[in-house]
C-alpha cells in the first residue's frame, strides 16, 4: 500500500509539473520559462522538480517522448490491424480510420500539443512528428497505407508534402481555438488531400 501511495504522488506531481510547464510555455514561451516559474506554478519546491528533472529542456524532451510513444502505441501498432479489417470491405476508409485516433489523441492532449508545436516551444518537434508520420505512412512491409514501389514522386517529398499539410491544418485547429471534432478535422484534411486544394476551394469539379 505504501509503493502505491508513492506512486500516486509520484503521478500527481509529474502532472502538477507538466500542467504547470504547459501553461507557462503558452504564456511565456519555452525560452522564458525558469525553474522557479515552474515550481511556484506546480506549488513544489526546487528539490521535488530536480528528483523528477534535470532541467527544463529535460522536462520537455520526457513530454515529447510520452507523447511519440503513445502515438505510436496508439496508432502505429494498430495501423495493420485497420488495413486489414477494412481493405477488403471498404479500402477508401483506411485512411479516415487512421486519421481520427490521430486528432482524437491531439485533442485529448490539446494543451500539451499546443505548447509543444507553438512558435514559442520546440521547433524540433515538428520534425518527430513528420518521422511519427513517415512510420505511419510506410507502418510495415506487409500492412502500409502506402507502398514505395508505387509512388509516383521520391518517398521523402511525398512525407514532406503530407506531413506539413497535416502540421498546418493541426496549428490552425490549436492556435485558433477552431471547435471541429477530430471526425471533421480527418475529412477536411482527407478533401485538400485526396481531392487537391483546388478542389477544396470549389476551383475544380
Known amino acids: 500500500?505504501?509503493?502505491?501511495?508513492?506512486?500516486?504522488?509520484?503521478?500527481?506531481?509529474?502532472?502538477?509539473?507538466?500542467?504547470?510547464?504547459?501553461?507557462?510555455?503558452?504564456?511565456k514561451g519555452f525560452e522564458a520559462v525558469t525553474i522557479k516559474d515552474l515550481t511556484t506554478r506546480a506549488r513544489i519546491n526546487r528539490g521535488t522538480f530536480y528528483s523528477h528533472y534535470q532541467d527544463k529542456y529535460d522536462l520537455m524532451a520526457k513530454c515529447e517522448e510520452e507523447v511519440v510513444a503513445e502515438l505510436e502505441d496508439k496508432i502505429i501498432k494498430n495501423?495493420?490491424?485497420?488495413?486489414?479489417e477494412l481493405e477488403t470491405k471498404a479500402p477508401n476508409t483506411i485512411?479516415?480510420?487512421?486519421?481520427?485516433?490521430?486528432?482524437e489523441f491531439i485533442n485529448k492532449n490539446r494543451g500539451l500539443m499546443k505548447a509543444l508545436l507553438s512558435p514559442k516551444g520546440d521547433l524540433s518537434f515538428q520534425s518527430k512528428l513528420k518521422i511519427f508520420m513517415?512510420?505511419?505512412?510506410f507502418a510495415s512491409e506487409n500492412a502500409s497505407i502506402f507502398k514505395e514501389e508505387n509512388l509516383l514522386v521520391p518517398a521523402e517529398y511525398l512525407i514532406s508534402y503530407i506531413s506539413s499539410a497535416h502540421l498546418g491544418v493541426i496549428h490552425e485547429w490549436l492556435n485558433n481555438n477552431r471547435e471541429e471534432s477530430p471526425q471533421e478535422i480527418?475529412?477536411?484534411i482527407l478533401t485538400m488531400t485526396v481531392n487537391g486544394p483546388f478542389y477544396a476551394a470549389g476551383l475544380k469539379k
Open 95 to 103: 485512411p479516415f480510420a487512421i486519421l481520427v485516433p490521430f486528432f
Open 134 to 137: 513517415r512510420k505511419a505512412l
Open 1 to 27: 500500500m505504501e509503493d502505491m501511495n508513492m506512486d500516486l504522488r509520484v503521478i500527481r506531481t509529474r502532472e502538477s509539473i507538466k500542467n504547470a510547464f504547459i501553461e507557462l510555455v503558452e504564456e
Open 79 to 84: 495501423i495493420p490491424k485497420v488495413i486489414s
Open 186 to 188: 480527418a475529412r477536411i
